[in-house]
């Protein structure tokens, strides 16, 4: 079956950064795009990056544009989210999704 795992999140202090990854298994990783959301509490989740089966399209939130960068890596079935500059309005639980599969998320936390 299919799953999603995140990993990599954790607290950080304003300005600084986190990987997060996302290990892939149940399906064939390298046909398939794959998205990177977060939800904060009280909000609606929302998109935050998103790259292509090839890894060579990629798009980002108006807010995390220029700071987070999303690759892949189709050998290790590996998705990841490079987070830089981080800001208090980061915190947020990260999920990794494909068609309709969702990771369980990882809590990231940006405080002082």
């Known amino acids: 079956q299919v799953q999603l795992v995140e990993s990599g999140g954790g607290l950080v202090q304003p300005g600084g950064s986190l990987r997060l990854s996302c290990a892939a298994s149940?399906?064939?990783?390298?046909?398939?795009?794959m998205h990177w959301y977060r939800q904060a509490p009280g909000k609606e989740r929302e998109l935050v990056a998103y790259?292509?089966?090839?890894?060579?399209?990629?798009s980002y939130g108006v807010s995390v544009k220029g700071r987070f960068t999303i690759s892949r890596d189709n050998v290790k079935n590996t998705v990841y989210l490079q987070m830089n500059s981080l800001k208090p309005e980061d915190t947020a639980v990260y999920y990794c999704?494909?068609?309709?599969?969702w990771g369980q998320g990882t809590q990231v936390t940006v405080s002082s």
């Open positions: 149940g399906f064939t990783f390298s046909n398939y795009p």
């Open positions: 999704k494909t068609n309709a599969y």
């Open positions: 790259i292509s089966s090839t890894g060579g399209s990629t």
